[in-house]
């Protein structure tokens, strides 16, 4: 299985309008590393993060992409 340190750098060629990263054991930790990422690409339109271990405090580093 890959770590979300393996799947940034294969984020950066890419356009991505949508990602699923649901049911993936995703921390806040995880999801933060993938934020700092993604907010390079002002492309995304949706977000899917259901079912993972995020807590509110991941949740709020969401809020990155919106600005």
């Known amino acids: 299985s ?3 340190n393996d799947i940034i ?3 950066q060629s890419l356009v991505i309008k949508k990602i699923n990263i649901s049911n993936n054991l995703l921390s806040d930790e995880g999801l ?3 934020v700092d990422e993604l907010v390079k ?3 995304l339109e949706e ?3 259901s079912n993972n271990m ?3 405090i991941g949740l709020r580093c969401l809020k990155k992409l919106k600005q």
């Open 2 to 4: 890959l770590s979300i």
């Open 47 to 49: 977000i899917d993060i």
């Open 9 to 11: 750098p294969k984020l």
């Open 32 to 34: 933060l590393v993938l």
């Open 54 to 56: 995020i807590s509110d």
């Open 41 to 43: 690409h002002n492309e």
